[in-house]
Nanobody, 127 residues
Framework: QVDLVESGGGSVQAGDSLRLSCVSS????????MGWFRQAPGKEREFVAT????????YYGDSVKGRFTISRDNAKDTVYLQMNSLKPEDTAVYYC????????????????????WGPGTQVTVSS
């Protein structure tokens, strides 16, 4: 069992930055690949970013590439999402997700690839 709790959401202006954090407890954090997803009202859950369990490989959705950065600190059981140059279309509930990664290098891009989810944190970007 893995429990995830996100924090760091809020209301900002377009062009501002936010850093989301997700603290994990339970199964060894370093054994899990981690991902961030988001869901806006009336829309499907969208892949944002993923990071391998060692942190050596990352991958981003096209809509956030070049603006968002995912990172992790295995000593703190925490994954981060640094969001820069925020746009109104980034407004959504952001979810942290985890799954066991036996191979260590596989990229997991789909919501169905993940077994554990946090409750989400709201990010609102106004123009």
């Amino acid at each position: 069992q893995v429990d995830l709790v996100e924090s760091g959401g809020g209301s900002v202006q377009a062009g501002d930055s936010l850093r989301l954090s997700c603290v994990s407890s339970g199964r060894t954090f370093s054994a899990n690949a981690m991902g961030w997803f988001r869901q806006a009202p009336g829309k499907e859950r969208e892949f944002v970013a993923t990071i391998t369990r060692s942190g050596t490989s990352t991958y981003y959705g096209d809509s956030v590439k070049g603006r968002f950065t995912i990172s992790r600190d295995n000593a703190k059981d925490t994954v981060y999402l640094q969001m820069n140059s925020l746009k109104p279309e980034d407004t959504a509930v952001y979810y942290c997700a985890a799954r066991w990664s036996p191979g260590g290098t596989t990229r997991y891009l789909g919501a169905s690839d993940y077994d554990y989810w946090g409750p989400g944190t709201q990010v609102t970007v106004s123009s």
